[in-house]
């Protein structure tokens, strides 16, 4: 049996880094793939808005608002892109205050603001609004800083996959933090596990080649992942835990895992969709 070609990444080269230049150069293609077939994102957005509460510290499960909503609700979205649809579908919703929209590209955060200043260019009088509600941040992930209980919601589409699967785990334990009580994160993690995803290349079965890097970090070795060399034009890097060690992850950082589905993306791959509630009586 064959070992497959292995990729080293270069000791200056992060998967943050792979990100960056990727979704730089081919932001335009990323947009029009993901706008041009089915998308589960606003099925479980839609999800999470149900279950947040007018004020999501207030009580224990859903409690429908008599009154139309106020704006209440922070978001924080990691790996926003372009801002569709996520993003400017948050920003109209009444009962959202305010959304932090968060990418590695400073590309993509373009492409966002340019739709914020069509927003701001129309007639709609709820435009300004709408665009004052979006605050844009070009940050990687792990570098992010937010007080505790800062957002009522936490949102991850396609993003936390590029990161080493430890560094999954430190964020899952972060954005724990900037929940509030009774808030909640959604994200889509890996459905098949860095090491299973290995075992089947070894066999010759899929077309990715393994990455690995080597070293020492705070004692522990530097994490694996796979790279894909042409995913829509560019170099991609993802990690991951696999769907029951990613729900452990969840739970040993103080999550309830609400709903956790197995979905196949049409065009895509097969992602475990999570969504996980800060219990109200976390006090962190």
Same mark, same amino acid.
């Given at each position: 049996?064959?070992?497959?070609?292995?990729?080293?990444?270069?000791?200056?080269?992060?998967?943050?880094?792979? !990100?960056?230049?990727?979704?730089?150069?081919?932001?335009?293609?990323?947009?029009?793939?993901?706008?041009?077939?089915? *998308?589960?994102?606003?099925?479980? +957005?839609?999800?999470?808005? !149900?279950? +947040?509460?007018?004020?999501?510290?207030?009580?224990?499960?859903?409690?429908?608002?008599?009154?139309?909503?106020?704006?209440?609700?922070?978001? +924080?979205?990691?790996?926003?892109?372009?801002?569709?649809? #996520?993003?400017?579908?948050?920003?109209?919703?009444?009962?959202?205050?305010?959304?932090?929209?968060?990418?590695?590209?400073?590309?993509?955060?373009?492409?966002?603001?340019?739709?914020?200043?069509?927003?701001?260019?129309?007639?709609?009088?709820?435009?300004?609004?709408?665009?004052?509600?979006?605050?844009?941040?070009?940050?990687?992930?792990?570098?992010?800083?937010?007080?505790?209980?800062?957002? *009522?919601?936490?949102? !991850?589409?396609? *993003?936390?996959?590029?990161?080493?699967?430890?560094?999954?785990?430190?964020?899952?334990?972060?954005?724990?933090?900037?929940?509030?009580?009774?808030?909640?994160?959604? !994200?889509?993690?890996?459905?098949?596990?860095?090491?299973?995803?290995?075992?089947?290349?070894?066999?010759?079965?899929?077309?990715?080649?393994?990455?690995?890097?080597?070293?020492?970090?705070?004692?522990?070795?530097?994490?694996?992942?796979? #790279?894909?060399?042409?995913?829509?034009?560019?170099?991609?890097?993802?990690?991951?835990?696999?769907?029951?060690?990613?729900?452990?992850?969840?739970?040993?950082?103080?999550?309830?895992?609400?709903?956790?589905?197995?979905?196949?993306?049409?065009?895509?791959?097969?992602?475990?969709?999570?969504?996980?509630?800060?219990? +109200?009586?976390?006090? *962190?």
């Amino acid at each position: 049996m064959s070992t497959p070609p292995t990729r080293t990444l270069q000791s200056d080269e992060t998967p943050q880094d792979i !990100a960056r230049k990727g979704y730089n150069a081919h932001a335009q293609e990323y947009l029009d793939w993901t706008t041009s077939k089915p *998308s589960s994102r606003l099925t479980y +957005l839609n999800k999470v808005l !149900a279950l +947040l509460q007018p004020d999501s510290s207030a009580t224990d499960g859903p409690h429908p608002p008599t009154s139309p909503p106020s704006p209440v609700h922070k978001v +924080l979205e990691l790996g926003c892109g372009a801002g569709i649809p #996520v993003t400017l579908h948050l920003a109209q919703l009444p009962q959202i205050a305010h959304v932090t929209a968060v990418d590695i590209s400073s590309t993509q955060l373009e492409m966002l603001r340019s739709n914020l200043v069509s927003i701001l260019a129309t007639e709609v009088s709820a435009a300004k609004t709408i665009a004052e509600k979006v605050e844009l941040v070009e940050a990687d992930m792990l570098e992010l800083a937010f007080e505790e209980a800062s957002f *009522s919601a936490v949102t !991850a589409f396609f *993003s936390i996959i590029h990161l080493p699967r430890e560094d999954q785990r430190t964020m899952v334990q972060r954005i724990f933090g900037w929940l509030r009580p009774g808030g909640y994160l959604l !994200a889509n993690f890996g459905a098949q596990s860095d090491d299973d995803k290995k075992a089947v290349a070894e066999q010759g079965n899929v077309s990715e080649v393994a990455a690995e890097r080597t070293g020492e970090q705070d004692g522990q070795a530097l994490k694996t992942g796979s #790279v894909t060399k042409n995913w829509l034009g560019m170099t991609a890097y993802w990690d991951s835990f696999g769907p029951e060690r990613t729900k452990e992850v969840l739970r040993e950082a103080g999550f309830e895992v609400v709903v956790a589905d197995i979905v196949e993306e049409v065009e895509d791959a097969v992602f475990l969709w999570v969504i996980a509630r800060k219990p +109200l009586a976390s006090s *962190s």
